[in-house]
């Protein structure tokens, strides 16, 4: 068995099982977790646009219980008016002309409030249309936005297949007790197995490497591990 073929390999596989992982983080995490934030955010809009239905709502509400109540008032005038003629006595007559009066007090005051009530609604509707009109506006995004990260999912789908495909051709190739140790290494190291020695430092845990150990990593005798972090070491120029 030639070790540093063997290692050239294990190298390519990282480079491949890096590749595969960073797109996967992409297609599980990163781009749901993006269209949920949006999905959220976009919600949130519609509900603030339903509370605003129901204020204007509540506001047409309070109008029509003035709106009855000024009628009932309104007929109550009428009433009085068509028994003042009635009326026996002086005395009864001024109580009458009095109750009058007095609905027609209460009439002037609703019909104020009324009024009041006929402007807050006109301001509440043109709020509530302009809203709407962002909440429109703001799905019509997040549609194409998901619309979008949908095609991007598949994209990272066929990309990740093609990644797979080439590890199994590769896997193939890989001495099955390195390959044992590598994927090993691969599961219980975060997903890195081997690392380059950079300027006498271990490329993953950048802990010193020995003159020793790099001589040994040279002779392709056995494979050398980082003391560290105990995951394969390489030398770069050496498999390039
Ligand atoms: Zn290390």
Known sequence: MDL???I??????QELDCKISSLKIKKEKEKPQELETLKEKFEEEKKRVFSFEEKVKQLQVKRKEKELNLSSKEEGIRKAQAQLYQLKTNKEYQAKLTEIEALKADVSVLEE????ILDEIEEAEKELNKKRE???QE???FKEREAQINQELKVLEIEIKGLKDKRKVLVEKVDKNILSIYERLLNTRGGIAIAPVVAENCGACHIKVTAQKI???KMYKDIVFCENCV??????EDIE
């Open 4 to 6: 540093k073929e063997e």
């Open 8 to 13: 050239r390999k294990l190298v390519e596989l």
């Open 113 to 116: 409030e009324i009024i009041k």
């Open 134 to 136: 962002i909440v429109a």
């Open 139 to 141: 799905e019509k995004r």
């Open 215 to 217: 001589n040994e990593i």
């Open 231 to 236: 995951r394969i070491l390489y030398i770069k």
